[in-house]
Protein backbone atom coordinates (compact mmCIF):
# COMPACT_ATOMS: atom_id res chain seq x y z
CA UNK A 1 0.00 0.00 0.00
CA UNK A 2 0.91 3.22 -0.62
CA UNK A 3 2.08 6.32 1.88
CA UNK A 4 0.74 9.34 1.58
CA UNK A 5 1.33 12.91 3.50
CA UNK A 6 -2.08 15.15 3.28
CA UNK A 7 -1.31 19.20 3.70
CA UNK A 8 -4.03 22.07 4.26
CA UNK A 9 -3.40 25.03 1.98
CA UNK A 10 -3.32 28.10 4.76
CA UNK A 11 -1.10 28.74 7.33
CA UNK A 12 0.33 25.64 6.87
CA UNK A 13 1.68 25.32 2.85
CA UNK A 14 0.96 29.40 2.82
CA UNK A 15 2.01 31.93 5.22
CA UNK A 16 -0.77 34.78 3.99
CA UNK A 17 -4.44 33.76 3.13
CA UNK A 18 -4.74 32.53 -0.27
CA UNK A 19 -8.29 34.19 -0.13
CA UNK A 20 -6.67 37.53 -0.13
CA UNK A 21 -4.31 36.85 -2.78
CA UNK A 22 -7.20 36.21 -4.68
CA UNK A 23 -9.19 39.07 -3.61
CA UNK A 24 -6.23 41.21 -5.24
CA UNK A 25 -6.32 39.32 -8.55
CA UNK A 26 -10.67 39.96 -8.83
CA UNK A 27 -9.85 44.00 -7.93
CA UNK A 28 -7.70 43.49 -11.27
CA UNK A 29 -10.17 41.93 -13.04
CA UNK A 30 -13.27 44.16 -11.68
CA UNK A 31 -14.66 41.07 -10.29
CA UNK A 32 -14.92 42.68 -7.32
CA UNK A 33 -14.97 46.66 -5.92
CA UNK A 34 -11.84 47.84 -4.09
CA UNK A 35 -14.49 48.63 -0.56
CA UNK A 36 -15.05 44.95 -0.79
CA UNK A 37 -11.48 43.88 -1.14
CA UNK A 38 -10.73 46.19 1.81
CA UNK A 39 -13.29 44.30 4.16
CA UNK A 40 -12.09 40.63 3.38
CA UNK A 41 -8.61 42.12 4.21
CA UNK A 42 -9.81 42.85 7.45
CA UNK A 43 -10.63 39.50 8.11
CA UNK A 44 -8.19 37.82 6.13
CA UNK A 45 -5.48 39.97 8.49
CA UNK A 46 -7.18 38.52 11.69
CA UNK A 47 -7.26 34.89 10.18
CA UNK A 48 -3.92 35.08 9.26
CA UNK A 49 -3.00 36.43 12.70
CA UNK A 50 -4.96 33.90 14.59
CA UNK A 51 -6.60 30.91 12.40
CA UNK A 52 -9.90 29.68 11.88
CA UNK A 53 -12.67 30.23 14.04
CA UNK A 54 -15.92 28.99 13.93
CA UNK A 55 -17.33 32.05 13.01
CA UNK A 56 -14.95 33.13 10.47
CA UNK A 57 -15.16 30.13 8.39
CA UNK A 58 -18.80 30.08 8.53
CA UNK A 59 -18.80 33.65 6.92
CA UNK A 60 -16.20 32.07 4.20
CA UNK A 61 -18.38 29.44 3.63
CA UNK A 62 -21.19 31.53 2.36
CA UNK A 63 -18.83 33.45 0.53
CA UNK A 64 -19.14 30.81 -2.38
CA UNK A 65 -22.34 33.17 -2.98
CA UNK A 66 -20.20 36.07 -4.17
CA UNK A 67 -19.20 33.55 -7.18
CA UNK A 68 -22.83 33.48 -8.50
CA UNK A 69 -22.82 34.86 -12.21
CA UNK A 70 -19.14 34.62 -12.76
CA UNK A 71 -18.23 32.81 -15.66
CA UNK A 72 -15.83 29.88 -14.77
CA UNK A 73 -12.64 31.48 -17.05
CA UNK A 74 -13.22 34.62 -14.91
CA UNK A 75 -11.83 32.61 -11.33
CA UNK A 76 -9.42 30.73 -13.32
CA UNK A 77 -8.21 34.05 -14.26
CA UNK A 78 -8.30 35.03 -11.04
CA UNK A 79 -6.03 31.87 -9.69
CA UNK A 80 -3.73 31.93 -12.42
CA UNK A 81 -2.66 35.55 -11.84
CA UNK A 82 -2.80 35.27 -8.35
CA UNK A 83 -0.27 32.33 -8.52
CA UNK A 84 2.82 34.06 -8.52
CA UNK A 85 1.89 35.95 -4.75
CA UNK A 86 0.65 32.52 -3.22
CA UNK A 87 4.19 30.54 -4.25
CA UNK A 88 6.11 33.34 -3.16
CA UNK A 89 3.71 33.00 0.21
CA UNK A 90 4.98 29.50 0.18
CA UNK A 91 7.01 28.54 3.97
CA UNK A 92 10.53 27.03 2.49
CA UNK A 93 9.83 24.11 5.35
CA UNK A 94 7.19 23.33 3.70
CA UNK A 95 8.74 23.12 0.07
CA UNK A 96 11.47 20.49 1.38
CA UNK A 97 8.65 19.05 3.23
CA UNK A 98 6.79 17.98 0.00
CA UNK A 99 10.07 17.18 -1.97
CA UNK A 100 11.34 14.74 1.38
CA UNK A 101 7.84 12.97 1.14
CA UNK A 102 8.19 12.53 -2.53
CA UNK A 103 12.00 11.66 -2.13
CA UNK A 104 10.73 8.82 -0.01
CA UNK A 105 8.19 7.45 -2.31
CA UNK A 106 5.25 8.92 -0.27
CA UNK A 107 2.27 10.53 -2.15
CA UNK A 108 2.26 14.26 -1.66
CA UNK A 109 -1.51 15.57 -1.24
CA UNK A 110 -2.88 18.88 -0.90
CA UNK A 111 -6.65 18.73 1.20
CA UNK A 112 -8.01 22.18 1.42
CA UNK A 113 -11.58 23.75 1.78
CA UNK A 114 -10.55 26.33 -0.84
CA UNK A 115 -12.24 25.96 -4.53
CA UNK A 116 -10.00 23.38 -7.33
CA UNK A 117 -9.87 26.39 -9.99
CA UNK A 118 -8.43 28.45 -6.97
CA UNK A 119 -5.56 26.55 -5.72
CA UNK A 120 -5.14 24.41 -8.82
CA UNK A 121 -2.49 27.22 -10.63
CA UNK A 122 -0.41 26.94 -7.31
CA UNK A 123 -0.34 22.87 -6.93
CA UNK A 124 0.76 22.34 -10.68
CA UNK A 125 3.89 24.94 -10.05
CA UNK A 126 4.11 22.98 -6.68
CA UNK A 127 4.11 19.36 -8.34
CA UNK A 128 2.14 17.20 -5.68
CA UNK A 129 0.76 13.94 -6.04
CA UNK A 130 -2.92 15.19 -5.90
CA UNK A 131 -5.40 17.90 -4.87
CA UNK A 132 -8.54 17.10 -2.40
CA UNK A 133 -10.59 20.32 -2.82
CA UNK A 134 -14.51 21.51 -2.52
CA UNK A 135 -15.55 21.70 -6.09
CA UNK A 136 -17.95 24.48 -7.55
CA UNK A 137 -21.20 24.06 -9.24
CA UNK A 138 -21.07 25.55 -13.07
CA UNK A 139 -23.69 25.91 -15.27
CA UNK A 140 -23.70 26.58 -19.27
CA UNK A 141 -19.97 28.06 -17.98
CA UNK A 142 -20.87 30.14 -15.25
CA UNK A 143 -20.61 29.76 -11.42
CA UNK A 144 -23.88 29.31 -9.72
CA UNK A 145 -22.84 29.98 -6.21
CA UNK A 146 -23.21 26.11 -4.52
CA UNK A 147 -20.90 23.79 -4.03
CA UNK A 148 -20.54 20.47 -6.12
CA UNK A 149 -20.78 18.09 -3.22
CA UNK A 150 -19.51 19.07 0.13
CA UNK A 151 -17.58 22.32 1.73
CA UNK A 152 -14.25 19.72 2.33
CA UNK A 153 -14.00 21.66 5.77
CA UNK A 154 -13.72 19.67 9.33
CA UNK A 155 -15.23 16.21 9.25
CA UNK A 156 -15.95 16.59 5.75
CA UNK A 157 -12.60 16.82 4.64
CA UNK A 158 -11.33 13.86 6.52
CA UNK A 159 -14.26 12.33 4.92
CA UNK A 160 -12.80 12.98 1.45
CA UNK A 161 -9.06 12.10 2.41
CA UNK A 162 -10.53 8.97 3.77
CA UNK A 163 -12.02 8.62 0.24
CA UNK A 164 -8.90 9.53 -1.71
CA UNK A 165 -6.98 6.68 0.12
CA UNK A 166 -9.51 4.08 -0.82
CA UNK A 167 -9.17 4.92 -4.11
CA UNK A 168 -5.31 5.07 -4.58
CA UNK A 169 -4.95 2.37 -1.84
CA UNK A 170 -3.19 4.42 0.77
CA UNK A 171 -2.78 2.83 3.91
CA UNK A 172 -3.42 6.24 6.49
CA UNK A 173 -2.19 4.11 9.56
CA UNK A 174 1.63 5.38 7.77
CA UNK A 175 0.24 8.21 6.63
CA UNK A 176 0.65 11.98 7.56
CA UNK A 177 -1.13 15.18 8.14
CA UNK A 178 -0.30 18.81 8.35
CA UNK A 179 -2.52 21.36 9.52
CA UNK A 180 -2.68 24.43 11.55
CA UNK A 181 -5.84 24.51 12.83
CA UNK A 182 -7.62 22.62 15.64
CA UNK A 183 -10.90 22.17 12.94
CA UNK A 184 -8.46 19.20 11.28
CA UNK A 185 -8.90 17.52 14.45
CA UNK A 186 -11.20 14.51 12.25
CA UNK A 187 -7.93 14.11 9.68
CA UNK A 188 -5.39 14.08 12.45
CA UNK A 189 -7.02 11.20 13.98
CA UNK A 190 -7.17 9.66 10.71
CA UNK A 191 -3.75 9.41 9.97
CA UNK A 192 -0.96 7.52 11.95
CA UNK A 193 1.29 10.36 12.22
CA UNK A 194 -0.52 13.89 12.90
CA UNK A 195 1.55 16.58 12.43
CA UNK A 196 0.34 20.05 13.62
CA UNK A 197 1.88 22.55 11.43
CA UNK A 198 2.35 26.51 13.17
CA UNK A 199 -1.01 25.25 15.11
CA UNK A 200 -3.65 27.60 16.76
CA UNK A 201 -4.05 27.69 20.57
CA UNK A 202 -6.52 24.77 21.20
CA UNK A 203 -4.60 22.61 18.65
CA UNK A 204 -1.22 23.32 20.04
CA UNK A 205 -2.99 22.17 23.65
CA UNK A 206 -4.13 19.14 21.55
CA UNK A 207 -0.51 18.17 20.49
CA UNK A 208 0.45 18.41 23.76
CA UNK A 209 -1.91 16.66 25.46
CA UNK A 210 -1.55 13.53 22.39
CA UNK A 211 1.99 13.88 21.88
CA UNK A 212 2.13 14.89 18.36
CA UNK A 213 5.08 16.64 17.36
CA UNK A 214 4.47 19.86 16.93
CA UNK A 215 6.50 22.06 13.36
CA UNK A 216 7.33 25.62 13.62
CA UNK A 217 7.72 27.09 10.10
CA UNK A 218 9.23 30.24 10.07
CA UNK A 219 10.94 31.03 7.17
CA UNK A 220 8.27 32.84 4.95
CA UNK A 221 10.76 34.39 2.78
CA UNK A 222 13.95 34.06 1.67
CA UNK A 223 14.49 38.04 3.24
CA UNK A 224 13.48 36.88 6.57
CA UNK A 225 16.47 36.29 8.50
CA UNK A 226 16.72 32.64 10.35
CA UNK A 227 18.49 31.87 13.62
CA UNK A 228 21.90 30.78 12.15
CA UNK A 229 22.01 34.12 10.16
CA UNK A 230 21.52 36.45 13.42
CA UNK A 231 23.98 34.03 15.29
CA UNK A 232 26.92 33.26 12.46
CA UNK A 233 28.99 36.43 13.86
CA UNK A 234 28.85 34.75 17.19
CA UNK A 235 31.20 32.16 15.90
CA UNK A 236 33.77 34.53 14.53
CA UNK A 237 37.01 33.24 16.32
CA UNK A 238 37.88 36.80 17.71
CA UNK A 239 34.12 36.61 20.28
CA UNK A 240 34.88 33.13 20.60
CA UNK A 241 36.45 32.45 24.60
CA UNK A 242 38.51 29.42 22.68
CA UNK A 243 40.23 29.08 19.54
CA UNK A 244 38.52 26.21 17.41
CA UNK A 245 40.82 24.99 14.56
CA UNK A 246 38.62 22.93 11.89
CA UNK A 247 40.02 20.81 9.64
CA UNK A 248 37.71 19.90 6.24
CA UNK A 249 34.46 22.70 7.49
CA UNK A 250 33.78 22.40 3.85
CA UNK A 251 32.24 19.02 4.06
CA UNK A 252 29.24 20.33 5.94
CA UNK A 253 26.70 21.49 3.32
CA UNK A 254 25.10 24.95 3.60
CA UNK A 255 22.08 24.15 3.08
CA UNK A 256 19.36 20.36 3.19
CA UNK A 257 19.32 17.97 5.94
CA UNK A 258 22.06 17.02 7.49
CA UNK A 259 23.32 15.10 10.63
CA UNK A 260 26.17 16.42 12.02
CA UNK A 261 27.90 13.73 14.47
CA UNK A 262 30.91 14.38 16.78
CA UNK A 263 32.32 12.37 19.56
CA UNK A 264 31.91 13.12 22.98
CA UNK A 265 35.02 13.88 25.79
CA UNK A 266 33.77 17.37 27.12
CA UNK A 267 30.94 19.13 28.01
CA UNK A 268 32.05 21.68 26.15
CA UNK A 269 31.48 19.56 23.17
CA UNK A 270 27.90 21.03 22.09
CA UNK A 271 29.29 24.70 22.24
CA UNK A 272 31.97 23.41 19.92
CA UNK A 273 29.89 21.41 17.17
CA UNK A 274 27.57 24.73 16.93
CA UNK A 275 30.52 26.83 16.56
CA UNK A 276 31.81 24.83 13.78
CA UNK A 277 28.19 24.42 12.08
CA UNK A 278 27.12 27.94 12.35
CA UNK A 279 30.35 29.12 10.61
CA UNK A 280 28.71 27.14 7.60
CA UNK A 281 25.41 28.94 8.24
CA UNK A 282 23.53 25.81 9.74
CA UNK A 283 22.03 25.88 13.19
CA UNK A 284 22.25 23.08 14.92
CA UNK A 285 18.99 21.58 16.77
CA UNK A 286 20.04 18.91 19.56
CA UNK A 287 17.80 16.17 21.50
CA UNK A 288 18.56 17.75 24.79
CA UNK A 289 17.80 16.03 28.57
CA UNK A 290 14.96 17.24 30.57
CA UNK A 291 16.98 18.46 32.87
CA UNK A 292 18.16 21.20 30.64
CA UNK A 293 14.68 22.46 29.64
CA UNK A 294 13.67 22.28 33.47
CA UNK A 295 16.25 25.35 33.79
CA UNK A 296 15.23 28.52 34.52
CA UNK A 297 15.66 31.14 31.26
CA UNK A 298 18.16 28.24 29.53
CA UNK A 299 15.28 25.98 28.86
CA UNK A 300 13.03 28.63 27.45
CA UNK A 301 15.98 29.20 24.96
CA UNK A 302 16.76 26.04 24.07
CA UNK A 303 13.37 26.04 23.29
CA UNK A 304 13.06 29.20 21.59
CA UNK A 305 16.25 27.69 19.40
CA UNK A 306 14.42 24.87 18.68
CA UNK A 307 16.06 22.04 20.59
CA UNK A 308 14.37 18.70 21.16
CA UNK A 309 13.37 17.72 24.66
CA UNK A 310 14.24 14.09 25.50
CA UNK A 311 13.18 12.25 28.68
CA UNK A 312 14.96 9.18 28.94
CA UNK A 313 14.30 5.99 30.16
CA UNK A 314 10.51 6.65 29.26
CA UNK A 315 10.88 5.03 25.79
CA UNK A 316 9.02 8.03 23.68
CA UNK A 317 9.43 7.89 20.34
CA UNK A 318 8.16 11.70 19.92
CA UNK A 319 11.85 13.37 20.43
CA UNK A 320 12.79 11.20 17.53
CA UNK A 321 10.01 11.43 15.77
CA UNK A 322 10.50 15.39 15.62
CA UNK A 323 14.18 15.55 14.97
CA UNK A 324 12.76 12.84 11.63
CA UNK A 325 10.42 16.16 10.52
CA UNK A 326 12.81 18.35 11.29
CA UNK A 327 15.49 16.81 9.12
CA UNK A 328 12.23 16.35 6.69
CA UNK A 329 12.24 20.18 6.55
CA UNK A 330 15.73 20.54 5.74
CA UNK A 331 17.52 21.53 9.31
CA UNK A 332 20.89 20.42 10.65
CA UNK A 333 20.50 18.27 13.95
CA UNK A 334 23.87 17.56 15.93
CA UNK A 335 24.19 14.64 17.62
CA UNK A 336 26.79 12.79 19.92
CA UNK A 337 26.04 9.23 19.17
CA UNK A 338 27.70 7.99 22.41
CA UNK A 339 25.00 9.43 24.23
CA UNK A 340 26.92 10.66 27.58
CA UNK A 341 31.02 11.34 27.83
CA UNK A 342 32.63 8.01 29.13
CA UNK A 343 33.88 7.95 32.17
CA UNK A 344 36.44 6.63 34.09
CA UNK A 345 38.96 4.10 32.40
CA UNK A 346 36.27 3.96 29.60
CA UNK A 347 37.07 7.71 28.67
CA UNK A 348 40.23 6.26 26.96
CA UNK A 349 39.63 2.94 25.46
CA UNK A 350 40.13 3.59 21.79
CA UNK A 351 36.79 1.97 20.55
CA UNK A 352 33.56 4.09 20.80
CA UNK A 353 31.06 2.55 21.34
CA UNK A 354 27.61 4.23 19.77
CA UNK A 355 23.56 3.88 20.10
CA UNK A 356 21.51 3.67 17.29
CA UNK A 357 19.93 6.81 17.29
CA UNK A 358 22.21 8.08 14.60
CA UNK A 359 21.40 5.55 12.01
CA UNK A 360 17.88 5.43 13.10
CA UNK A 361 17.57 9.22 12.28
CA UNK A 362 19.73 9.07 9.19
CA UNK A 363 18.13 6.03 7.27
CA UNK A 364 14.19 7.53 7.84
CA UNK A 365 15.07 10.80 6.94
CA UNK A 366 17.24 9.68 4.12
CA UNK A 367 19.57 12.62 5.71
CA UNK A 368 23.60 12.48 5.15
CA UNK A 369 25.80 12.18 8.25
CA UNK A 370 28.83 14.26 8.77
CA UNK A 371 31.46 13.03 11.11
CA UNK A 372 32.93 15.56 13.05
CA UNK A 373 36.27 14.24 15.44
CA UNK A 374 37.60 16.72 17.98
CA UNK A 375 39.69 16.55 21.08
CA UNK A 376 41.37 19.36 23.06
CA UNK A 377 37.88 20.45 25.30
CA UNK A 378 38.58 17.77 27.86
CA UNK A 379 41.23 19.77 28.84
CA UNK A 380 39.41 22.91 29.76
CA UNK A 381 36.28 21.64 30.97
CA UNK A 382 36.42 17.85 32.08
CA UNK A 383 34.06 15.31 33.20
CA UNK A 384 34.35 15.61 37.08
CA UNK A 385 34.31 19.91 36.70
CA UNK A 386 31.24 21.61 37.16
CA UNK A 387 32.11 24.34 34.94
CA UNK A 388 35.40 24.90 32.51
CA UNK A 389 38.54 26.00 34.16
CA UNK A 390 38.68 29.38 34.51
CA UNK A 391 43.12 29.59 34.14
CA UNK A 392 42.64 27.26 31.06
CA UNK A 393 39.58 29.97 29.34
CA UNK A 394 42.14 32.89 30.63
CA UNK A 395 44.60 31.52 27.62
CA UNK A 396 42.04 30.89 24.92
CA UNK A 397 42.86 27.37 24.41
CA UNK A 398 42.76 25.60 21.19
CA UNK A 399 40.18 23.12 20.42
CA UNK A 400 40.85 20.51 17.43
CA UNK A 401 38.32 19.02 15.26
CA UNK A 402 38.60 17.29 11.70
CA UNK A 403 35.34 17.23 9.65
CA UNK A 404 34.75 13.77 7.23
CA UNK A 405 33.14 13.15 4.17
CA UNK A 406 29.15 12.38 4.38
CA UNK A 407 28.26 9.41 5.18
CA UNK A 408 24.99 7.75 3.65
CA UNK A 409 23.29 5.18 5.97
CA UNK A 410 21.60 2.28 4.25
CA UNK A 411 19.96 -0.90 5.47
CA UNK A 412 18.05 -2.28 8.94
CA UNK A 413 21.15 -2.81 11.23
CA UNK A 414 20.98 -0.08 13.16
CA UNK A 415 23.30 -1.45 15.49
CA UNK A 416 26.21 -1.94 12.44
CA UNK A 417 25.40 1.64 10.99
CA UNK A 418 26.05 3.88 14.11
CA UNK A 419 29.04 1.66 14.64
CA UNK A 420 30.30 2.87 10.67
CA UNK A 421 29.52 6.50 12.57
CA UNK A 422 31.95 5.96 15.17
CA UNK A 423 34.74 4.15 13.57
CA UNK A 424 34.92 7.28 10.96
CA UNK A 425 35.10 9.43 13.66
CA UNK A 426 37.83 7.44 15.53
CA UNK A 427 40.41 7.30 12.42
CA UNK A 428 40.60 11.13 12.73
CA UNK A 429 41.28 11.08 15.64
CA UNK A 430 45.21 11.52 16.44
CA UNK A 431 46.71 8.48 17.39
CA UNK A 432 47.89 10.20 20.91
CA UNK A 433 44.19 10.40 21.68
CA UNK A 434 42.69 7.33 19.97
CA UNK A 435 45.16 5.14 21.40
CA UNK A 436 46.20 6.43 24.51
CA UNK A 437 48.58 5.07 26.94
CA UNK A 438 47.12 3.49 29.94
CA UNK A 439 45.38 6.58 32.10
CA UNK A 440 46.94 7.56 35.73
CA UNK A 441 44.81 7.92 38.53
CA UNK A 442 44.37 11.36 38.39
CA UNK A 443 43.36 11.37 34.82
CA UNK A 444 41.18 8.92 35.75
CA UNK A 445 39.53 10.82 38.40
CA UNK A 446 39.50 13.90 35.94
CA UNK A 447 36.91 11.56 33.51
CA UNK A 448 35.01 10.84 36.69
CA UNK A 449 31.51 12.82 37.20
CA UNK A 450 32.03 15.20 40.13
CA UNK A 451 28.57 13.98 41.54
CA UNK A 452 28.91 10.38 41.68
CA UNK A 453 31.66 8.43 44.04
CA UNK A 454 34.24 7.15 42.12
CA UNK A 455 34.51 3.14 42.60
CA UNK A 456 37.81 1.75 43.58
CA UNK A 457 37.71 -0.83 40.85
CA UNK A 458 38.09 2.16 38.57
CA UNK A 459 41.61 3.08 40.22
CA UNK A 460 43.14 -0.41 39.93
CA UNK A 461 45.53 -1.41 36.74
Known sequence: MAVAAFFDLDRTLLAESSGLLLMEACVELGLVSDRERQ???????????????????????????????????????????????????????????????QKQGHLAVVATSTGREIVEPLVDRLGVDGLIATEYVVDDGKL????????????????????????????????YGYSDAYFDRPMFELVGHPRPVNPDAALRTLAIARGWPVLDFEARRPLVPDIATVLRPLSNPLLSPVRISVEGIERIPTEGPVIVAGNHRS????????????????????????????????????????????????????????????????????????????RGRKFFESKLDAKTGVARLAITADAPVVPVAMWGAEDIWPRSSRIPKPDKLLRRPVVHARVGEPLMLHGEDYHAEAERVMDTIAAMLPDEVRDPSPPTPEQIKAAWPANIPLPDEELRA
Request: proline letters at 4%; aromatic letters at 8%; charged letters at 25%.
Open 39 to 101: LADLGGRAYNRVGETWIGMQITKRGVQRFAGWELEQLREAARRSADKMEAALYREARELIARH
Open 267 to 342: YLDPVVLSTIALRRGRMLRYLGKKEVFDIPLIGQLAHAFGQIRVERGTGATQPLEQAIDALMCGDAIGIFPQGTIP
Open 144 to 175: TGEFDGKWLWGPDKADAIAAFAQAHDVDLDAS
